[in-house]
């Protein structure tokens, strides 16, 4: 490398086309006698970022790397290749016409070459005078006046060629990348990179931890990974499949593992109460299954074997209850609860909104609120939008233990809720809960001494690979069947064209008595677009069906209003429901059978799967409208059509699951956008099967002979954020 004087000089954003006019970029001389003043900001940028150790730094890879390691003639340079020349200014003017910018031209004996910018300084004037002989780094475009580059990087010539690529790194706008690169290559020469992995332990790569052998050090791959020789092939650095790549992905991929493991034992050594139902005909248990107007499935009843298991032991359970949309998991979670309040203790039962919380334990409460009250116990509700009164009286009935079950949103884990002997927690769609309000659940539920059990439930099944990484610290039940007379959702696919067919077919699932839902995309940016849509579309269908009772329900309706919808669809007093996606989960209205989903190609692949649940829950034929518009240029996006295409192609929510996996990657699974931080950052579970086998069965070993180096491996590659796994 050229040194830290190259990297400054370069300090003229590389992809300058992109700079607006409007904010001229810095003057190069004031930007380096500024960098004083501009550390802190720039600190305060890498801190936001997470680099704040050197070995945070050393683990910031980059995106892509420049080639300045060779210099082009301006005659061999090709159109729209980013090209580094060493040129003479021959000619260098300001024009105003049309607009006013610097006009450069320079020429190296093989051709000439004219540099436009649009926004510029004295200082680049003065750097870019007739004579000077410059360095020059850019997009070369061929025009009819001959080659030119548009805010071309630059500096005097002179000094070595770097010997290696120039890292790219991602950055934010606070930061700019020839500080990140000071910052990252200062610390990349003092970090520690001792090794960690002991050699009984090496992962299934060549020559691990040794130089020879074709194998790398930590160090040499990290050098190498932030700055390559030229002579790499740059397609095996862009897909991870380079050796360096690799030796960082096993050990990630440990990390995790090891973190994982290391809170489970810590959760193990957790004193739980030990919850046993009572035996015999009075069992709350009991007497519930004696209401129910079925039977369970082998797969509940098998479940609620594994849960009962787990409730009697003195460990807390840490339990993922997986099973497709209509497989019956409130039933399960209920009969949990009754084992929970059998043995006296409390059950909090928890989703992540109001309207969910509400519908997806109403029968649950309508069930056990009487066989509560036949024992002097009750049931509390607890809920964000609540009277004040209200709320006190339901925070009484907790804190005295009177209230048996507590349902409701988060509301149930804050601050003040004080549960008298919290037994058992019961998160519905938990991945739909932020990391942070799950870490407050753990903080909530570690109390007295006493942890109590843990029962998340999802619709949205974790594929194995998953399952075998962010969630090896769960044990995961699944009901893989479903209750029967369901009868199979035909699912259909149609241009929004052909939207007046759709709403003939309305017209006749009307006619033979059944109910419809219509589904309007959320618009993420704009909830007030989103409004706008569903009433149009309400409005649209009112008037086509006339006669007919047609509902809207969207999301910023009062919760009251949405509730007295949702009663009036579900009572069989409306024919069709608009909505924006407040019904995507949870909403049982057997007598539904149409499901109209309008820009289908917006939605998510297990949102679109979700959704279509909602139907086929009778015994009526059921079908799932798709109804998809095509971009401007009368296409659907790539992947648009691989989720349309899938929703034709299965039911099935696993494999659902497993294509939502490889069209989206593991983030949404893992409610990202909040745990971005716990995600992996340079393994991909789709490709590193291998290395994820190995580092599960290593992690329990490491932790057993070597629980220093496992503390040391932890520290390097989670600092302080080894808690996230937690959540
Ligand atoms: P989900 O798993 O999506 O939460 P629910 O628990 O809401 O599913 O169950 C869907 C519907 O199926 C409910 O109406 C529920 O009462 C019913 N149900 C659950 N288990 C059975 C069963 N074994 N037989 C018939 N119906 C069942
Ligand atoms: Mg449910």
Same mark, same amino acid.
């Given at each position: 490398m050229g040194g830290a004087n190259h990297v400054s000089l370069f300090a003229? *954003?590389?992809?300058?086309?992109?700079? *607006?006019?409007?904010t001229p970029a810095a003057p190069a001389g004031k930007a380096r006698a500024g960098a004083a003043a501009a550390a802190s900001p720039a600190r305060k940028a890498l801190e936001k970022l997470g680099l704040t150790r050197d070995i945070d730094l050393a683990l910031h890879l980059p995106l892509r790397y420049e080639d300045e390691t060779r210099i082009t003639a301006i005659a061999s340079a090709r159109t729209g290749e980013v090209a580094q020349i060493e040129a003479v200014v021959t000619a260098s003017e300001v024009q105003l016409h049309p607009r006013r910018m610097l006009k450069v031209m320079v020429d190296d004996g093989s051709a000439t070459c004219e540099l436009t910018f649009f926004s510029f300084y004295p200082s680049h004037r003065k750097a870019l005078a007739v004579g000077e002989r410059l360095r020059i780094r850019g997009e070369v475009k061929g025009g009819f006046w001959g080659r030119q580059m548009l805010h071309p990087a630059f500096r005097k010539a002179g000094g070595d060629l770097p010997s290696a690529l120039t890292p790219v790194y991602p950055t934010?706008?606070? @930061?700019?990348q020839a500080y990140l690169r000071r910052a990252i290559a200062t610390a990349l020469a003092r970090v520690q990179l001792p090794e960690t992995v002991p050699h009984a332990l090496? *992962?299934? @790569?060549?020559?691990?931890?040794?130089?020879?052998?074709?194998g790398w050090t930590l160090r040499d791959a990290l050098i190498f990974l932030h700055h390559p020789t030229? $002579?790499?092939?740059l397609a095996t650095l862009q897909d991870h499949s380079h050796p360096a790549w690799q030796r960082l992905k096993a050990e990630e991929l440990l990390a995790q593992q090891l973190a994982q493991l290391t809170a489970r034992r810590a959760r193990e050594r957790l004193q739980a109460p030990q919850l046993r139902a009572a035996a015999g005909d009075g069992a709350l248990g009991a007497q519930l299954r004696a209401l129910l107007p079925f039977a369970l499935t082998g797969a509940q009843e098998r479940v609620v074997r594994e849960i009962a298991a787990d409730l009697a032991d003195h460990r807390p359970m840490h339990r993922l209850l997986q099973g497709d949309?209509?497989?019956?998991?409130t039933i399960v979670a209920a009969l949990a609860a009754c084992v929970c309040i059998d043995a006296g203790w409390q059950c909090a039962l928890m989703a992540p909104t109001e309207i969910l919380a509400e519908q997806h334990f109403a029968k649950l409460v309508d069930w056990l609120a009487p066989l509560l009250a036949a024992r002097g116990q009750c049931v509390a509700w607890l809920a964000g939008g609540q009277k004040k009164k209200e709320r006190s009286a339901m925070l009484e009935l907790v804190a005295s233990g009177a209230a048996a079950l507590v349902v409701g949103t988060h509301a149930v884990i804050q601050e003040q809720v004080q549960f008298a002997r919290l037994g058992l927690a019961v998160i519905d769609?938990?991945? =739909?809960?932020?990391v942070a309000q799950r870490l407050q659940l753990r903080k909530k539920l570690d109390h007295q001494g006493r942890e109590p059990h843990l029962l998340m439930m999802s619709a949205t099944p974790i594929p194995r690979t998953l399952a075998m990484s962010y969630y090896a610290d769960l044990d995961v039940s699944t009901i893989d069947e479903l209750p029967p007379g369901r009868t199979p959702v035909v699912t259909k696919l149609i241009a929004d064209s052909r939207r007046d067919e759709v709403v003939q077919r309305i017209a006749l699932q009307l006619a033979a008595g059944r109910q419809v839902y219509w589904v309007c995309p959320l618009i993420e940016e704009s909830e007030a677009l989103d409004l706008t849509n569903a009433t149009a579309t309400h409005a649209e269908l009112s008037e086509a069906l006339p006669g007919v009772a047609v509902g809207l329900l969207h999301s910023r309706m009062p919760a009251a209003e949405k509730k007295a919808v949702m009663d009036a669809f579900k009572a069989g007093q409306m024919g069709v429901l608009v909505s924006?996606?407040?019904?995507?989960?949870g909403v049982d209205v057997p007598n539904a059978s149409l499901m109209v989903i309008e820009? /289908?190609? =917006?939605?998510g692949l297990s949102q679109l799967h979700q959704l279509r649940g909602r139907?086929? =829950?009778?015994s009526a034929a059921s079908a799932c409208v798709l109804l998809y518009s095509v971009g401007d240029n009368g296409r659907l996006g790539e992947s648009a059509r691989e989720r349309l295409k899938a929703m034709l192609e299965t039911a099935d929510g696993f494999e659902i699951a497993r294509r939502d996996l490889e069209i989206r990657g593991p983030g949404e699974f893992l409610g990202a956008r909040q745990s971005g931080d716990a @995600? @992996? =950052?340079? /393994? $991909?579970l789709a490709q590193d099967g291998a290395l994820l086998t190995w580092a599960r069965e290593s992690a329990p070993r490491m932790l057993d002979t070597h629980p220093q180096l496992a503390q040391a491996h932890l520290q390097r590659w989670l600092g302080g954020r080894a808690d996230f796994l937690k959540a």
């Amino acid at each position: 490398m050229g040194g830290a004087n190259h990297v400054s000089l370069f300090a003229v *954003p590389q992809n300058a086309s992109s700079i *607006p006019a409007a904010t001229p970029a810095a003057p190069a001389g004031k930007a380096r006698a500024g960098a004083a003043a501009a550390a802190s900001p720039a600190r305060k940028a890498l801190e936001k970022l997470g680099l704040t150790r050197d070995i945070d730094l050393a683990l910031h890879l980059p995106l892509r790397y420049e080639d300045e390691t060779r210099i082009t003639a301006i005659a061999s340079a090709r159109t729209g290749e980013v090209a580094q020349i060493e040129a003479v200014v021959t000619a260098s003017e300001v024009q105003l016409h049309p607009r006013r910018m610097l006009k450069v031209m320079v020429d190296d004996g093989s051709a000439t070459c004219e540099l436009t910018f649009f926004s510029f300084y004295p200082s680049h004037r003065k750097a870019l005078a007739v004579g000077e002989r410059l360095r020059i780094r850019g997009e070369v475009k061929g025009g009819f006046w001959g080659r030119q580059m548009l805010h071309p990087a630059f500096r005097k010539a002179g000094g070595d060629l770097p010997s290696a690529l120039t890292p790219v790194y991602p950055t934010t706008a606070q @930061l700019p990348q020839a500080y990140l690169r000071r910052a990252i290559a200062t610390a990349l020469a003092r970090v520690q990179l001792p090794e960690t992995v002991p050699h009984a332990l090496a *992962p299934p @790569l060549p020559g691990w931890g040794s130089a020879g052998a074709g194998g790398w050090t930590l160090r040499d791959a990290l050098i190498f990974l932030h700055h390559p020789t030229p $002579d790499v092939a740059l397609a095996t650095l862009q897909d991870h499949s380079h050796p360096a790549w690799q030796r960082l992905k096993a050990e990630e991929l440990l990390a995790q593992q090891l973190a994982q493991l290391t809170a489970r034992r810590a959760r193990e050594r957790l004193q739980a109460p030990q919850l046993r139902a009572a035996a015999g005909d009075g069992a709350l248990g009991a007497q519930l299954r004696a209401l129910l107007p079925f039977a369970l499935t082998g797969a509940q009843e098998r479940v609620v074997r594994e849960i009962a298991a787990d409730l009697a032991d003195h460990r807390p359970m840490h339990r993922l209850l997986q099973g497709d949309v209509g497989s019956g998991k409130t039933i399960v979670a209920a009969l949990a609860a009754c084992v929970c309040i059998d043995a006296g203790w409390q059950c909090a039962l928890m989703a992540p909104t109001e309207i969910l919380a509400e519908q997806h334990f109403a029968k649950l409460v309508d069930w056990l609120a009487p066989l509560l009250a036949a024992r002097g116990q009750c049931v509390a509700w607890l809920a964000g939008g609540q009277k004040k009164k209200e709320r006190s009286a339901m925070l009484e009935l907790v804190a005295s233990g009177a209230a048996a079950l507590v349902v409701g949103t988060h509301a149930v884990i804050q601050e003040q809720v004080q549960f008298a002997r919290l037994g058992l927690a019961v998160i519905d769609e938990q991945h =739909r809960f932020g990391v942070a309000q799950r870490l407050q659940l753990r903080k909530k539920l570690d109390h007295q001494g006493r942890e109590p059990h843990l029962l998340m439930m999802s619709a949205t099944p974790i594929p194995r690979t998953l399952a075998m990484s962010y969630y090896a610290d769960l044990d995961v039940s699944t009901i893989d069947e479903l209750p029967p007379g369901r009868t199979p959702v035909v699912t259909k696919l149609i241009a929004d064209s052909r939207r007046d067919e759709v709403v003939q077919r309305i017209a006749l699932q009307l006619a033979a008595g059944r109910q419809v839902y219509w589904v309007c995309p959320l618009i993420e940016e704009s909830e007030a677009l989103d409004l706008t849509n569903a009433t149009a579309t309400h409005a649209e269908l009112s008037e086509a069906l006339p006669g007919v009772a047609v509902g809207l329900l969207h999301s910023r309706m009062p919760a009251a209003e949405k509730k007295a919808v949702m009663d009036a669809f579900k009572a069989g007093q409306m024919g069709v429901l608009v909505s924006t996606t407040v019904i995507e989960v949870g909403v049982d209205v057997p007598n539904a059978s149409l499901m109209v989903i309008e820009h /289908a190609e =917006r939605f998510g692949l297990s949102q679109l799967h979700q959704l279509r649940g909602r139907v086929g =829950r009778g015994s009526a034929a059921s079908a799932c409208v798709l109804l998809y518009s095509v971009g401007d240029n009368g296409r659907l996006g790539e992947s648009a059509r691989e989720r349309l295409k899938a929703m034709l192609e299965t039911a099935d929510g696993f494999e659902i699951a497993r294509r939502d996996l490889e069209i989206r990657g593991p983030g949404e699974f893992l409610g990202a956008r909040q745990s971005g931080d716990a @995600l @992996l =950052r340079f /393994a $991909d579970l789709a490709q590193d099967g291998a290395l994820l086998t190995w580092a599960r069965e290593s992690a329990p070993r490491m932790l057993d002979t070597h629980p220093q180096l496992a503390q040391a491996h932890l520290q390097r590659w989670l600092g302080g954020r080894a808690d996230f796994l937690k959540a």
